[in-house]
């Protein structure tokens, strides 16, 4: 037996609203709190995460930039010849993304999403590196660095590998008894609530498949670690959405053009936009202050949410929508989805959760950069403890 393991179970979008009214892992990880998230997608909030500072401090927030000079996509430009027909198909645009995935060496999450071919030349991608990995961070270091620098022993999850492979695989490292830290990665019960809603019947059904899967986690780290210190935790929650905007119809309708006198990203809950000179400025800020759905975010509110950029990388304007509101069509998908999260942190439904089996959580854990500070002083608390007891073997042999 080795004295203790830290363990970390991250459930992506498993938010406080999913499970506030829902017995989920209340008998393995009674002590629950919500956790405020940070502003924007998964693409923001696991990065930060992982490193303990806000997008504004580690440039990991949304995916696509409008950046021709340093776009990788120039190789990608003869997509624009396949029939759209078959090039709107998720299935065609999920093995086009995995070919140019390899093809351009990125080592993170990559999604081609619904990026026209025609103009993807005029963009840049923002996680080239994978965050789950030591330095995978656009800008400093991560909770990976920490741990290898301090040469603690920690397992992690590979996405490609899927949930069931990561439950095994980190299984099977527990067995090795050789680890201090670990952090086990679960992004599908996001991906089943877009498809299906928040409220929908398979949402707890996959929280009791997840339960059973902890608990078959827990049997074996108990049975190899005398403590185990369990954190399972999310990033943001998930909002249903019942309406639907189609932004780029009233953008488009301004008469501007595209790359010539403007360019954008609509996100599906957001909207970025880039200037090429100031009428058109001006007509797209009058067009979007006219829309009641969202709003114009402030340099001020920006800071606050520790989203704002003085280079302007990720946008000069930004646009948000109110909770339950989706851009259809955008740039992340050409039909609707049922749910959907990355609204403003406040919103009901963007909150996260933690849970765990340890009563005394640190009061400031409150945010999900936070996170970080417990997941390195759990690191260190399991470590010393690890090397202390190792110590005592070597002494009491
Ligand atoms: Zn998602």
């Known amino acids: 037996m080795r004295p203790v393991l830290s363990l970390f179970v991250f459930i992506d979008a498993c938010g406080w609203q999913i499970i506030k009214d829902d017995p989920f892992v209340r008998r393995v990880a009674p002590h629950r709190r ?6 924007g997608y998964s693409s923001a909030c696991i990065p930060s995460i992982l490193s303990g500072r806000y997008p504004s401090e580690h440039r990991n927030w949304s995916y696509f930039v409008y950046d021709p000079a340093h776009s990788p996509f120039q190789s990608l430009r003869w997509m624009r010849w396949l029939p759209s027909a078959l090039t709107s198909r998720r299935r065609v645009r999920n093995v086009l993304s995995a070919w140019a995935k390899r093809r351009l060496g990125f080592k993170g999450y990559f999604d081609l999403y619904n990026m026209p071919f025609r103009d993807i030349a005029h963009y840049d991608f923002t996680e080239k590196k994978s ?22 022993p920690y397992h992690v999850s590979e996405p490609a590998r899927g949930e069931a492979g990561n439950l095994t695989a980190l299984i099977d490292d527990l067995k090795t008894e050789t680890l201090d830290f670990a952090f086990l990665y679960w992004p599908q019960l996001d991906g089943l609530m877009h498809r299906v809603g928040n409220d929908a019947p398979e949402v707890p059904a996959m ?91 402030s340099d001020a509110e920006l800071t606050d949410l520790g989203t704002y950029f003085p280079d302007r990388y990720f946008g000069e304007l930004i646009y948000l929508l109110r909770e339950g509101t989706l851009i259809v069509p955008s740039h992340m998908g050409a039909r609707p989805i049922r749910a959907m999260h990355g609204y403003h942190p406040d919103e009901p439904h ?23 500070k417990l997941m390195t002083h759990e690191a260190e608390a399991a470590h010393t403890a690890n090397c202390a007891g190792r110590h005592a073997t070597v002494l009491a042999s």
């Not at 919500?34 to 502003?39: D, H, K, N």
């Not at 963007?350 to 970080?372: C, E, K, R, W």
């Open 34 to 39: 919500q956790l405020r998230s940070v502003f």
């Open 131 to 152: 965050p789950l990995r030591p330095g995978g961070m656009n800008r400093g270091t991560n909770i990976f660095d920490f741990l290898t620098e301090r040469r603690i």
């Open 207 to 297: 929280l009791r498949d997840y339960e059973r899967r902890i608990d078959q986690l827990m049997a074996v780290a108990q049975a190899h670690y005398e403590d185990v210190r369990l954190y399972i935790f999310s990033d943001h929650g998930m909002a249903n959405c019942d309406e639907h905007i189609d932004l780029r119809a009233r953008i488009d309708a301004l008469g501007l053009r595209l790359h010539v006198d403007y360019a954008v990203v609509y996100d599906s809950t957001m909207a970025r936009f880039w200037f090429h000179h100031e009428a058109a400025r001006q007509k797209i800020t009058t067009c979007l202050e006219r829309i009641p759905q969202g709003e114009i975010l």
């Open 350 to 372: 963007s909150f996260a959760a933690l849970m765990s089996n340890q009563p005394h959580v640190p009061a400031g854990i409150t945010a999900i950069p936070d996170m970080y």
